[in-house]
């Protein structure tokens, strides 16, 4: 079975940083394109950062260069260290697997609708001024 399990969220201050780890199971990172996704209250669920086989990586605008995705493929973990962190960083960070694709269509099919083949239960992560 296919899972992904995310940890790490909590409360942090304006300017703060958080680590959430994303613990995959039932596949390989050799296969399968991890991304985190967030959605915060309201709005709809979007693209946070992914990576893919060879660590491809994608940010999206709103986080580049606060933000860092890695994996460590001994342990079956992706993580998204997340630095300078800011109020509307505020939201329910999701973890996502999908097989065969690389981060960047892993990306743009959020908005197409497509269902990734395993979603996480989420982890809440909220930033206050």
């Known amino acids: 079975e296919v899972t992904v399990v995310e940890s790490g969220g909590g409360m942090v201050q304006l300017g703060g940083s958080l680590r959430l780890a994303c613990k995959a199971s039932g596949f390989s990172f050799d296969e399968y394109a991890v991304g985190w996704f967030r959605q915060a209250p309201g709005k709809g669920r979007e693209v946070v950062s992914c990576?893919?086989?060879?660590?491809?990586?994608y940010y999206s605008d709103a986080v580049k260069g606060r933000f860092t995705i890695s994996s460590d493929d001994a342990k079956n973990m992706v993580y998204l260290q997340m630095d300078s962190l800011k109020p509307e960083d505020t939201g329910v960070y999701y973890c996502a697997a999908d097989r065969g694709v690389t981060a960047q269509a892993m990306a743009v099919m959020i908005n197409a609708g497509y269902q990734y083949d395993v979603w996480g239960q989420g982890t809440q992560v909220i930033v206050s001024s």
């Open positions: 990576i893919s086989v060879g660590n491809v990586v």
